[in-house]
């Protein structure tokens, strides 16, 4: 093992000389990635400090540094890539490959023996084969199943499927002929949670030298960098999705056209479904083009993938392989089914998540999985429909799953009608717990989830189920019909397949929540979900095979709910952390307590007092009187969109939204994400106008933006310089304690921390197989502190962001007005700690307690009086 880099201070490739934070946050990240291996550092700098650009300076140094200090890794003498081989095969085909047969396990042959003798008994009859009225079906048909040994031995599924990523006008020689790159190691994955942030880390990164010097790959969803126009106009990911691998599987067609042809004369040729795959060489150019250019982002990729005819989203995935720095989002690096579909080796690798704060809540929620009662409806009808027309010429195997299929999801449906030793529409079980209640804990469902993965009977179920609906509604394209009733066939079975895997996660990892059909409510009201608690086991497939893992973000507060949550095993001590402050000076932020309103009214936005009109009215009437000393735009905040509304109408009975129209012009939030992008647009408009035509004492002077928390405009979007002038944060956005799934991860936090050294002195909450629903205030008490820190750390995370959104840059200033007369607490001798002890430092340290209207109104005009005069 060579030493590791020594200590750096200078960052040659950042490109301005960089301020203290700067250089500081540079050489601490750079020293975290020097002590691994399995280091972990959290670096928190608050946003528009120069913080990605600070990471890529330091962490591609020591990518480099690294190298050269162990030439023999650079040589690619590191360990294999996990996978590698087939990096650029689609999913479907990477998910079948079959595993190295074992003893105890059968080979079958590949063809029906029914088919090979030339004749089917279809539907009771027997009929030719290739000829009359059933040749539109045969391709419905499973491929013979059957796995030998009942201890849970690995069935085989049909042999393994051919190349098809690029295969289509290629023989197999050819693709054995093509150099397989050698893997670059150790990388750097970047994460972040959406596509602009990791355009916005690619943007950064052009600014470096690095650009040129590493080689760069960003990988995307299918959704955004499909080429395909016919599959594009689908719209949704997750068809987008399933069209994308069914085309992949119609390549069977044209294999038999190019056994027709058999102009190789040797091979077996296979061709894919997507003309965009079909020219192996196009693949091979798309490659080229994108390591001339240096970094790309998804919409760079997209383009070249356009220009050059072949698909981008697997040209991306090629190149993996050899790609110093892979820039990806959440889903594809932080769930192991999508590191193992992507081929990704973590081993000795860098990972740096960004956008950090809410990691543990983001990691169980990819694992968690709902399927509700009308896609379980579907999905029976169709495998009854799939098994009265085939039953007679289907193997064993195969009917033997299909009925256990269609047994279970009968079960699944029966539990969410029957509501009988139940007095509440929502239970939460355990595992064991849901599999007893439904009499189905006999169900071998390992095998199960291996048949669904192996014998492609989603596709030939929901593809004969397609059929049977142009049939019956006359005929149309195929995209049109995949959109009737929820979701496609497809979607439906998926959700079934997905839930069954959930099922095979430990007792304890989750729990089941059931949804019951209300009566006289919605029956698509009806779900079983499974809600994954556990994010430490996920998280350490991570840690455990990386180099080291940096979490970064604007404010990773509090530590130690993220430890306990995702890194329990270790000490505080063991954890490498770094904050630092702004880079913008004090002056430039005012973030004030507001306590109460113009006419002397406490502010108390609670659940139980925020509805009341004069709550209301005092709220319409500070608003008013701020409108008239901030200029440009102010962003409101409310806790809900149903409250937003409820404000909303009760300003415009009461003229208060006419008295503020006076000042600004008034824009909301939509509630559709669609619409978004069309009112922040108006909203910046209507600021730039006021701007520019010099607001006088009497005339409009920009506009005012009512938003949500939670919504698409608290988090990711920028609300620099006059876009912000001041945020306003209604009351303290608290989660909904009748949240089921939220009380079920308050419960577990509690029960995990009062098992730890940590809050030894926390009431136990009772780990009951079936959860009592009972008030989620009452959860709330015996869930003990850590329970009640991590309710109150949802909250005030979510404060965080929201009032994040202005101040993004070094010369940007801003209000930042905190509305309740709970945000003037200081003592923490309440139930609850102090919740603005929650805020980041640097505004903690800025924090004024307005008392008193007056002193607000004062304060807010000496600020602007001020940074006019600077700015
Ligand atoms: S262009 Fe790519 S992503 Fe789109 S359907 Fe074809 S293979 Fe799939």
Request: contains cysteine; charged residues 25%.
């Given at each position: 093992m060579p030493p590791p880099p020594p200590p750096r201070q200078d960052f040659p490739a950042f490109p301005f000389a960089p301020y203290p934070i700067q250089s500081e946050f540079m050489s601490f990240l750079y020293s975290a990635l020097s002590s691994g291996p399995r280091a972990l550092a959290l670096l928190e700098s608050p946003t528009g400090t120069g913080k990605t650009l600070s990471i890529i300076c330091s962490a591609l140094q020591w990518l480099l540094d690294h190298r050269d200090a162990a030439p023999e890794r650079a040589n690619g003498s590191g360990p294999a890539a996990a996978g590698g081989e087939d990096d650029d095969e689609p999913d479907w085909m990477r998910d079948f490959t079959p595993l190295p047969p074992k003893k105890g396990v059968r080979k079958k042959s590949e063809t029906h023996p029914r088919r090979r003798q030339g004749t089917r008994k279809v539907g009771g009859s027997e009929k030719s084969e290739g000829t009359g009225e059933n040749d539109g079906e045969e391709e419905f048909l499973l491929d013979e199943y059957e796995s030998d040994g009942e201890e849970g031995t690995r069935p085989h599924a049909a042999g393994k499927r051919p190349h098809c990523g690029g295969g289509g006008g290629s023989s197999s020689s050819e693709s054995e002929d093509e150099e397989e790159e050698e893997e670059a190691t150790p990388k750097v994955y970047f994460t972040s949670r959406t596509h602009s942030q990791l355009s916005q880390f690619v943007r950064e990164l052009k600014r470096t030298d690095f650009s040129g010097k590493l080689r760069t790959v960003c990988l995307g969803s299918r959704k955004s960098l499909c080429i395909n126009m016919d599959v594009q106009k689908l719209g949704s990911a997750n068809r987008i999705n399933e069209?994308?691998?069914?085309?992949?599987?119609?390549?069977?067609?044209?294999?038999?056209?190019?056994?027709?042809?058999?102009?190789?004369?040797?091979?077996?040729?296979?061709?894919?479904?997507?003309?965009?795959?079909?020219?192996?060489s196009l693949q091979k150019q798309f490659r080229s083009e994108v390591?001339?250019?240096?970094?790309?982002?998804?919409?760079?990729?997209?383009?070249?993938?356009?220009?050059?005819?072949?698909?981008?989203y697997y040209g991306a995935r090629d190149m993996v392989r050899s790609a110093d720095l892979v820039v990806l989002p959440y889903q594809s690096l932080l769930l192991k089914s999508a590191r193992e579909s992507l081929g990704l080796n973590l081993k000795n690798s860098v990972v740096i998540i960004d956008e950090a704060h809410n990691l543990a809540d983001s990691l169980t929620s990819m694992y968690n999985s709902k399927v509700t009662s009308s896609q379980l409806r579907a999905v029976l009808s169709h495998l009854e429909a799939y098994l009265n027309r085939f039953q007679n010429v289907l193997g064993a195997g195969n009917r033997r799953y299909i009925q256990t299929l269609t047994v279970l999801t009968r079960s699944f449906l029966r539990c969410l009608i029957s509501n009988e030793d139940c007095s509440s529409a929502v239970t939460s079980l355990t595992i064991n717990k849901f599999l007893f209640s439904l009499d189905i804990d006999n169900i071998n469902i390992v095998k199960l989830c291996q048949y669904l993965k192996e014998s492609n009977i989603i596709h030939k179920v929901s593809g004969y189920a397609n059929k049977l609906f142009f049939t019956e509604n006359g005929a149309g394209d195929l995209n049109h019909g995949q959109q009737h009733g929820e979701g496609s066939s497809i979607t439906s079975f998926q959700a079934l397949a997905d839930f069954l895997r959930s099922l095979l996660y430990c007792n304890d990892d989750g729990r089941i929540i059931v949804a019951r059909h209300k009566p006289g409510g919605h029956s698509e009201d009806a779900y079983i979900k499974f809600v994954m608690l556990c994010a430490e086991k996920t998280f350490s497939e991570v840690t455990d095979d990386a180099h080291a893992v940096i979490m970064a973000g604007g404010t990773l507060q509090p530590i130690e709910e993220t430890r306990l949550r995702l890194f329990p095993g270790l000490l505080p001590s063991d954890i490498k952390f770094f904050s630092c402050n702004h880079i913008v000076p004090p002056e430039s932020i005012l973030p004030i307590a507001v306590t109460c309103g113009p006419s002397g009214k406490k502010f108390d936005f609670s659940h139980s007092s925020r509805s009341s009109p004069t709550m209301i009215e005092e709220l319409g009437r500070f608003l008013c009187n701020i409108v008239t000393i901030v200029p440009e735009g102010i962003v409101m905040f409310f806790s809900s969109y149903d409250y937003e509304k409820q404000v909303y109408d009760a300003w415009m009975a009461s003229g208060t939204i006419s008295k503020i129209s006076k000042k600004k012009h008034v824009f909301r939030e939509p509630r559709s994400?669609?619409?978004?992008?069309?009112?922040?647009?108006?909203?910046?408009?209507?600021?730039?106008?006021?701007?520019?035509?010099?607001?006088?004492?009497?005339?409009?002077?920009?506009?005012?933006?009512?938003?949500?928390?939670?919504?698409?405009?608290?988090?990711?979007?920028?609300?620099?310089?006059?876009?912000?002038?001041?945020?306003?944060?209604?009351?303290?956005?608290?989660?909904?304690?009748?949240?089921?799934?939220?009380?079920?991860?308050?419960?577990?936090?509690?029960?995990?921390?009062?098992?730890?050294?940590?809050a030894g002195d926390d009431e136990?909450?009772?780990?009951?197989?079936?959860?009592?629903?009972?008030?989620?205030?009452?959860?709330?008490?015996?869930?003990?502190?850590?329970?009640?820190?991590?309710?109150?750390?949802?909250?005030?995370?979510?404060?965080?962001?929201?009032?994040?959104?202005?101040?993004?840059?070094?010369n940007d200033y801003a209000a930042m007005l905190l509305v309740d007369s709970r945000y003037s607490h200081t003592s923490s001798g309440r139930g609850f700690s102090c919740p603005v002890e929650k805020l980041p430092q640097w505004i903690k340290t800025r924090l004024t307690c307005g008392q008193n209207y007056g002193e607000v109104h004062r304060l807010l005009l000496q600020f602007f009086k001020i940074n006019k005069q600077i700015h």
């Amino acid at each position: 093992m060579p030493p590791p880099p020594p200590p750096r201070q200078d960052f040659p490739a950042f490109p301005f000389a960089p301020y203290p934070i700067q250089s500081e946050f540079m050489s601490f990240l750079y020293s975290a990635l020097s002590s691994g291996p399995r280091a972990l550092a959290l670096l928190e700098s608050p946003t528009g400090t120069g913080k990605t650009l600070s990471i890529i300076c330091s962490a591609l140094q020591w990518l480099l540094d690294h190298r050269d200090a162990a030439p023999e890794r650079a040589n690619g003498s590191g360990p294999a890539a996990a996978g590698g081989e087939d990096d650029d095969e689609p999913d479907w085909m990477r998910d079948f490959t079959p595993l190295p047969p074992k003893k105890g396990v059968r080979k079958k042959s590949e063809t029906h023996p029914r088919r090979r003798q030339g004749t089917r008994k279809v539907g009771g009859s027997e009929k030719s084969e290739g000829t009359g009225e059933n040749d539109g079906e045969e391709e419905f048909l499973l491929d013979e199943y059957e796995s030998d040994g009942e201890e849970g031995t690995r069935p085989h599924a049909a042999g393994k499927r051919p190349h098809c990523g690029g295969g289509g006008g290629s023989s197999s020689s050819e693709s054995e002929d093509e150099e397989e790159e050698e893997e670059a190691t150790p990388k750097v994955y970047f994460t972040s949670r959406t596509h602009s942030q990791l355009s916005q880390f690619v943007r950064e990164l052009k600014r470096t030298d690095f650009s040129g010097k590493l080689r760069t790959v960003c990988l995307g969803s299918r959704k955004s960098l499909c080429i395909n126009m016919d599959v594009q106009k689908l719209g949704s990911a997750n068809r987008i999705n399933e069209r994308c691998l069914e085309l992949q599987k119609n390549k069977k067609s044209s294999k038999i056209k190019v056994e027709g042809d058999n102009k190789k004369g040797h091979r077996t040729k296979t061709s894919c479904g997507c003309p965009m795959l079909r020219n192996r060489s196009l693949q091979k150019q798309f490659r080229s083009e994108v390591s001339d250019h240096g970094a790309l982002d998804i919409e760079d990729l997209a383009q070249i993938g356009r220009k050059v005819g072949t698909c981008p989203y697997y040209g991306a995935r090629d190149m993996v392989r050899s790609a110093d720095l892979v820039v990806l989002p959440y889903q594809s690096l932080l769930l192991k089914s999508a590191r193992e579909s992507l081929g990704l080796n973590l081993k000795n690798s860098v990972v740096i998540i960004d956008e950090a704060h809410n990691l543990a809540d983001s990691l169980t929620s990819m694992y968690n999985s709902k399927v509700t009662s009308s896609q379980l409806r579907a999905v029976l009808s169709h495998l009854e429909a799939y098994l009265n027309r085939f039953q007679n010429v289907l193997g064993a195997g195969n009917r033997r799953y299909i009925q256990t299929l269609t047994v279970l999801t009968r079960s699944f449906l029966r539990c969410l009608i029957s509501n009988e030793d139940c007095s509440s529409a929502v239970t939460s079980l355990t595992i064991n717990k849901f599999l007893f209640s439904l009499d189905i804990d006999n169900i071998n469902i390992v095998k199960l989830c291996q048949y669904l993965k192996e014998s492609n009977i989603i596709h030939k179920v929901s593809g004969y189920a397609n059929k049977l609906f142009f049939t019956e509604n006359g005929a149309g394209d195929l995209n049109h019909g995949q959109q009737h009733g929820e979701g496609s066939s497809i979607t439906s079975f998926q959700a079934l397949a997905d839930f069954l895997r959930s099922l095979l996660y430990c007792n304890d990892d989750g729990r089941i929540i059931v949804a019951r059909h209300k009566p006289g409510g919605h029956s698509e009201d009806a779900y079983i979900k499974f809600v994954m608690l556990c994010a430490e086991k996920t998280f350490s497939e991570v840690t455990d095979d990386a180099h080291a893992v940096i979490m970064a973000g604007g404010t990773l507060q509090p530590i130690e709910e993220t430890r306990l949550r995702l890194f329990p095993g270790l000490l505080p001590s063991d954890i490498k952390f770094f904050s630092c402050n702004h880079i913008v000076p004090p002056e430039s932020i005012l973030p004030i307590a507001v306590t109460c309103g113009p006419s002397g009214k406490k502010f108390d936005f609670s659940h139980s007092s925020r509805s009341s009109p004069t709550m209301i009215e005092e709220l319409g009437r500070f608003l008013c009187n701020i409108v008239t000393i901030v200029p440009e735009g102010i962003v409101m905040f409310f806790s809900s969109y149903d409250y937003e509304k409820q404000v909303y109408d009760a300003w415009m009975a009461s003229g208060t939204i006419s008295k503020i129209s006076k000042k600004k012009h008034v824009f909301r939030e939509p509630r559709s994400s669609v619409d978004v992008e069309m009112i922040l647009n108006k909203y910046k408009e209507a600021i730039q106008s006021c701007c520019s035509k010099g607001s006088g004492d009497t005339s409009v002077n920009g506009a005012l933006l009512m938003a949500v928390v939670g919504g698409k405009i608290s988090e990711g979007i920028n609300f620099s310089d006059g876009m912000g002038r001041c945020v306003v944060m209604v009351g303290l956005p608290y989660p909904s304690p009748d949240d089921m799934e939220l009380m079920e991860t308050i419960k577990h936090i509690g029960n995990y921390s009062s098992t730890s050294s940590v809050a030894g002195d926390d009431e136990s909450l009772s780990r009951d197989d079936e959860c009592k629903v009972e008030p989620g205030f009452g959860i709330l008490r015996k869930s003990g502190k850590s329970g009640q820190e991590y309710y109150e750390n949802l909250c005030m995370k979510a404060v965080n962001q929201c009032i994040g959104r202005a101040i993004r840059h070094v010369n940007d200033y801003a209000a930042m007005l905190l509305v309740d007369s709970r945000y003037s607490h200081t003592s923490s001798g309440r139930g609850f700690s102090c919740p603005v002890e929650k805020l980041p430092q640097w505004i903690k340290t800025r924090l004024t307690c307005g008392q008193n209207y007056g002193e607000v109104h004062r304060l807010l005009l000496q600020f602007f009086k001020i940074n006019k005069q600077i700015h």
